[in-house]
């Protein structure tokens, strides 16, 4: 057990998580998403709400807010975001106009170029996103090496 990490944050995960470099892709996907058809590396994470991995995958993976958007959502039948994605959009901490969403199949294709995948133990449609990591600067590796 590590102190200052969060409990969710397991080994392997804290592995894949560190191999990522800025502009990188991954996907946090419900239980249902497909996600050993892409060929990235998966963790699955059963039991666990999708937002909640989310929220702690940020406590060590820096949102990359340089262009384009820092989160992707599955645009949802209907048009309106369900509640499973205002959570992940909340977990994820960035500003509201860096996130955007993608229709279903684009989404899909977009999560063909992740690097990683961690499929949770979520149920509810729509929990699917997409996290493009940002660079993580000399001051926060000397905070959290203190």
């Known amino acids: 057990m590590l102190t200052g990490i969060h409990p969710i944050l397991h080994g392997e995960l804290l592995a894949a ?3 990522l470099g800025h502009g990188d892709e991954l996907v946090v996907a419900d239980a249902n998403f497909p996600a050993h058809r892409f060929g990235a590396t998966v963790i699955e994470l059963p039991g666990l709400a999708a937002a909640s991995i989310v929220e702690a995958i940020r406590t060590v993976v820096p949102a990359d807010l340089y262009e384009g958007a820092s989160v992707l959502l599955m645009t949802a039948e209907g048009g309106e975001r ?3 994605q205002h959570e992940l959009v909340a977990a994820s901490a960035v500003p509201a106009d860096r996130v955007e969403e993608l229709e279903r199949f684009a989404f899909y294709d977009r999560a063909s170029g ?3 995948i961690v499929r949770s133990g979520e149920l509810r449609p729509y929990g699917n ?3 493009r990591k940002g660079v993580v600067s000399a001051s926060e590796s000397r905070e959290a090496a203190q």
């Open 17 to 19: 998580l560190d191999r």
């Open 82 to 84: 369900p509640p499973v």
């Open 114 to 116: 992740a690097r990683l």
């Open 129 to 131: 996103v997409i996290l």
